[in-house]
């Protein structure tokens, strides 16, 4: 397992966020398959005297044009191809890390790579020094270079 393919983890992650954002912005769980919830604000008065204003929300679910629709199917068809990829990363990076022999590294390498903490937040959350982590990580990078 490469650092590259460690580090792609990262960005497919990334990816299938942006995918799953943009095709909630274009469809609401809500809605039935094809429509989209909307709602507005209406003020008017009544007609006659005195003329007092009044507000109404309106709210309800305004069907989905073809183009969108399309939009949103492009969209989960490319979250589909990147969840794939994704997990076979994952398989073959928990392969790679269930080789290394010390658990902390191991630990460490997973919340970097995996859970894409910092190395503050691996630090905090294995109750061990940011200077332990950093270590950890440079000797892990300085065994692999000569492997």
Not at 39 to 67: H, L, N, Q, W
Not at 91 to 106: C, E, L, M, S, V
Request: hydrophobic share 30%; net charge positive.
């Amino acid at each position: 397992m490469t650092k590259e393919e460690l580090r792609k983890i990262k960005t497919i992650g990334m990816d299938i966020k942006d995918y799953r954002n943009r095709i909630q912005d274009l469809y609401n769980g809500d809605a039935a398959p094809g429509d989209k919830y909307v709602s507005d604000k209406v003020t008017g008065s009544s007609t006659c005297f005195p003329y007092s204003a009044r507000s109404f929300r309106i709210e309800g679910f305004e069907k989905m044009s073809d183009e969108c629709i399309q939009k949103r199917n492009d969209l989960a068809e490319k979250l589909n191809k990147k969840m794939e990829q994704f997990i076979l990363l994952l398989n073959k990076a928990y392969g790679y890390f269930d080789t290394i022999p010390d658990r902390t590294t191991r630990l460490i390498l997973i919340h970097k790579f995996i859970d894409n903490m910092s190395e503050e937040q691996i630090a905090e959350e294995m109750g061990i020094s940011r200077s332990t982590v950093q270590r950890k990580i440079k000797f892990w990078r300085e065994k692999e270079k000569h492997e």
